[in-house]
């Protein structure tokens, strides 16, 4: 009764513990950088499936385009041209202007840095840009004399966070040991909104807005932004220096202004659209416009992507673990698709969830199910097809081997009923159908106790008995065949003595003994014997049958095998009966050895090994008996 339950145990045990290590894997797959670069590929496809809704901008670029720097003198004409920009728009009343330039080198020529320092002059939301140089381990700050003008000094880092080298986010600050700056963009937008920033370790607030920018290890609060479409405004300044009216575009804007020419800067990511690059002002005024807008993406927890990969495995092991066949496969098809569209329906809703670990959770979970259960199923079919078959063995062996005692006992009540026998004469058929009928019983027991010795479930007798005693009662149950066919059995010294399950013993030896007169002509001898031999009891049961070749006697032991000797001889037989007696004598430590010819008869010889470490087998001293022939 506990076999079902400690077999279902197992199996659920296994099942989860399968179920948990590739849950694991997954997981752990997505800490990888595989994960990773899986992870930002899908955030960039998600990216472009549902970009941000168009918008009015509130800021606006001074380019300086390709037209500008070759009109204006190139790169010896830096100082110049943020000169000429500072004195064109400051005139239309910004709300603030960001310079993504560096300015911490003189100028060679000092004028050119007291022209530009004078145009700086009155503008009263100037941001200008710091840089750190992780070569020489400093800030690059703006000059004492450009810094006096500046409301705030704003760090320039856009690209430094992505190992594929697309700029998906930007940290809105940067610290060192003894100093830290707000990004460019952070500082614009600060200064545009009139108001401080104020600090938690989960987000930051501008006036009535939060930013949702944690503190993350090094990296000091990123900010995925939201690129539109649609570039941010631009102006080039030499449009403007030829047209002063389009001045009039940056009143009442936030102005960024930097270098957008493809031969003058380096300053260019590529974004998730993938479609080119931009240069890295674009980048500055896209984060202010993310900041303007007031919509963040942000990151989900790792509490809520762990319960969906649990979830997920828990839905794959529910799943194969009720159903089977196409409702399994079709069901967990339908999970699998589900599983890269839950990251998705989560960054339209503005939280950007890993897609690698919950994909990975789905595809490694619903394939260890399902294959933990295909092969779980197997099992129990295996098992299921071995039971009928012993089932089937089973039937085979109670109607071979019943088939003698239920026709001597039919035979003598017919005798009974159909003739007038005398009183001695039906007490010796009472006798015999009683002894008939205990046999049967016997016989039924010992089919049941060897069931029960071949599947564990019982323990070996340790009763000591002599051998004669056993191959005597054997021999006088088999004499009755064997007078049919006028074959005498003959017995030669018996000695030794066996330890073990008599009944089992003596229902080995009784087989070997029926099949040797089964397989016999009329008027041949079987002879039986025992002796220690080398250190072994070899107790064997020799005739002058049939025989058998080497191919048969390689068989012979096999379930439901029947020789050609039973073809040629007519006799009837399962085929079972050597197998089940093979049994026996192997599980009292013993084993079975023939020997046999065509034309020559068989020689089956169950052996036992003497020894104090195994005393299954016993010598015993006696004198040579001479042997008893009987007819």
């Avoid at 098809?333 to 950007?352: H, K, N, S, T, W």
């Amino acid at each position: 009764m506990n076999k079902p339950s400690s077999f279902l145990s197992r199996h659920t045990l296994g099942y989860v513990a399968i179920l948990v290590a590739t849950l694991a894997l997954a997981i752990g797959l997505g800490w990888t950088s595989l994960g990773a670069q899986i992870d930002n590929d899908a955030y960039d496809v998600m990216f472009r499936l549902h970009p941000p809704a168009a918008f009015n901008p509130h800021c606006i670029i001074l380019a300086i385009d390709d037209a500008t720097f070759n009109s204006m003198g190139g790169v010896g004409g830096y100082r110049a041209m943020w000169t000429k920009a500072f004195e064109q728009i400051k005139r239309a009343n910004p709300k603030a202007i960001a310079l993504d330039v560096v300015l911490s080198d003189p100028w060679k020529d000092p004028a050119e840095d007291q022209r530009l320092s004078q145009a700086m002059q009155a503008i009263p939301n100037l941001v200008l840009a710091t840089h750190w140089d992780n070569d020489s381990g400093r800030w690059e700050d703006p000059l004492p004399i450009f810094r006096q003008h500046a409301a705030a000094i704003g760090h320039d880092g856009a690209d430094e966070l992505s190992a594929d080298g697309v700029t998906r986010e930007i940290p809105l600050e940067e610290r060192t040991a003894g100093e830290r700056h707000w990004s460019l963009a952070l500082e614009a937008f600060r200064l545009a909104k009139g108001a401080p920033i104020l600090e938690s370790p989960n987000d930051l607030q501008i006036g009535s807005e939060i930013i949702p920018a944690a503190r993350s290890g090094s990296i000091g609060r990123p900010l995925r932004i939201l690129y539109t479409r649609q570039p941010i405004p631009s102006v080039s300044l030499k449009d403007l220096a030829d047209n002063p009216q389009l001045a009039a575009r940056f009143n009442g804007q936030v102005v960024f202004i930097g270098v957008t020419s493809i031969s003058a800067t380096y300053d260019r990511v590529a974004t998730p659209y993938g479609q080119g690059r931009i240069p890295g002002v674009e980048v500055h005024a896209q984060l202010f416009e993310t900041l303007e807008r007031g919509k963040f993406l942000t990151d989900a927890s790792n509490l809520l992507v762990l319960g969906l990969c649990v979830l997920v495995a828990a839905l794959a092991g529910l799943i194969f673990a009720f159903l089977s066949g196409w409702p399994a496969y079709t069901v967990a098809g339908a999970l699998l698709v589900a599983a890269p569209i839950v990251p998705f329906l989560f960054f339209r809703q503005g939280i950007v969830f890993p897609f690698s670990a919950p994909f990975a959770s789905a595809w490694l979970t619903a394939i260890a199910a399902a294959s933990y259960q295909h092969f779980v199923v197997r099992r129990a079919l295996r098992v299921a097809e071995t039971e009928r078959q012993h089932y089937q063995q089973a039937i085979h062996f109670v109607t071979h081997e019943m088939r003698t005692p239920l026709t001597a006992i039919q035979g003598s009540s017919e005798l009974m009923g159909r003739y007038n026998l005398s009183e001695e004469k039906r007490k010796q058929i009472a006798e015999m159908i009683n002894q008939e009928s205990k046999r049967l019983a016997r016989m039924i027991q010992t089919f049941l106790d060897v069931e029960r010795l071949s599947d564990g479930q019982m323990e070996l007798k340790g009763e000591v008995f002599e051998v004669r005693e056993i191959v005597e009662a054997c021999v006088a149950r088999a004499r009755t065949l064997a007078e049919r066919k006028n074959i005498r059995i003959v017995t030669e010294p018996l000695d030794g003595t066996l330890e073990g399950d008599r009944e089992l013993m003596e229902y080995a030896i009784y087989n070997l003994l029926t099949n040797a007169v089964k397989y016999s002509p009329p008027d041949t001898q079987i002879t039986v014997s025992c002796s220690l031999v080398s250190g072994h009891l070899r107790l064997s049961v020799q005739d002058q049958g049939i025989g058998m070749d080497a191919k048969e006697l390689r068989q012979i032991f096999r379930k439901f095998y029947r020789t050609k000797r039973a073809e040629a001889s007519g006799e009837a037989g399962t085929g079972i009966g050597l197998s089940i007696v093979e049994q026996i004598v192997q599980h009292h430590g013993g084993k079975m050895e023939v020997t046999s010819q065509p034309g020559q008869g068989s020689c089956f010889t169950v052996v036992f090994a003497v020894s104090s470490r195994n005393p299954l087998a016993h010598a015993r001293g006696s004198e040579p008996r001479p042997s008893e022939p009987r007819p």
